[in-house]
């Protein structure tokens, strides 16, 4: 009933820049936090960057200053703009929402299918 998709990965060389956006339908009462996360081969899933309904902004240190966020209130859609990649930026990035749903049905967890990004060195 309700659905993260994302898009905008793909293949960059070191320095480049990618773009991704994630795009909430469905059942929508209000979405709280939006986030991107990422999950490279053989490590835990981290949180790249979040930002809330009122636009508070954190991102994590690996990334702070390279990637910045933003959203659409009006079209419930998370982009991440990702500048001077490094390889080490190389993972499946993850789009996540916590959303209450219409008709009182509460709120919870939503993620995205995942997209891979690829920094080639």
């Known amino acids: 009933q309700v659905q993260l998709v994302e898009s905008g990965g793909g293949l960059v060389q070191a320095g480049g820049s990618l773009r991704l956006s994630c795009a909430a339908s469905?059942?929508?009462?209000?979405?709280?936090?939006m986030d991107w996360y990422r999950q490279a081969p053989g490590k835990q899933r981290e949180m790249v960057a979040g930002?809330?309904?009122?636009?508070?902004?954190n991102y994590a240190e690996s990334v702070n200053g390279r990637f910045t966020i933003s959203r659409d209130n009006g079209k419930n859609t998370v982009d991440l703009q990702m500048n001077d990649l490094k390889p080490e930026d190389t993972a499946v990035y993850y789009c996540?929402?916590?959303?209450?749903?219409?008709?009182?049905?509460?709120?919870?967890?939503?993620w995205g299918q995942g997209t891979q990004v690829t920094v080639s060195s």
């Open positions: 996540y929402a916590f959303i209450t749903m219409t008709g009182g049905r509460g709120a919870t967890d939503y």
């Open positions: 930002i809330t309904k009122v636009g508070a902004i």
């Open positions: 469905g059942s929508i009462f209000s979405i709280n936090a």
